[in-house]
Nanobody
Framework: QGQLMESGGGSVQAGGSLRLSCVMS????????IGWFRQAPGKAREWLARIDTYAGGVGPAYANSVKGRFTVSRDNAKNTMYLQMNDLKPGDTAMYYC???????????????WGQGTQVTVSS
């Protein structure tokens, strides 16, 4: 921890949008896999979106639960990754984390680098 910092969370009504940001150190931003997770109280951590930074011709991967609603992107000049979240639902309420690792299996199970999280609350 300590090399990624999320921001942009907040409270919105269902159907609304938010954009999360994750600023990373040079070292962390150079990780092969960068992306987003979330965890709601009493639920398991869920991966949402990730970028394989070594695969320039391959687009991001998304979990089925957010495909078509969430978009991950990055700004190399700012060492920043974003998560644009549209059509938010109450079920999207969770703490959102960005994470980075050089290995996909590790990124999925226990990322080497991850932030402190930002809370997203969606009301109906």
């Amino acid at each position: 921890q300590g090399q990624l910092m999320e921001s942009g969370g907040g409270s919105v009504q269902a159907g609304g949008s938010l954009r999360l940001s994750c600023v990373m150190s040079d070292y962390t931003y150079s990780s092969r896999y960068i992306g987003w997770f979330r965890q709601a109280p009493g639920k398991a951590r869920e991966w949402l979106a990730r970028i394989d930074t070594y695969a320039g011709g391959v687009g991001p991967a998304y979990a089925n639960s957010v495909k078509g609603r969430f978009t991950v992107s990055r700004d190399n000049a700012k060492n920043t990754m974003y998560l644009q979240m549209n059509d938010l639902k109450p079920g999207d309420t969770a703490m959102y984390y960005c994470a980075a690792d050089r290995d996909l299996a590790d990124w999925l199970s226990r990322p080497r680098h991850w932030g402190q999280g930002t809370q997203v609350t969606v009301s109906s």
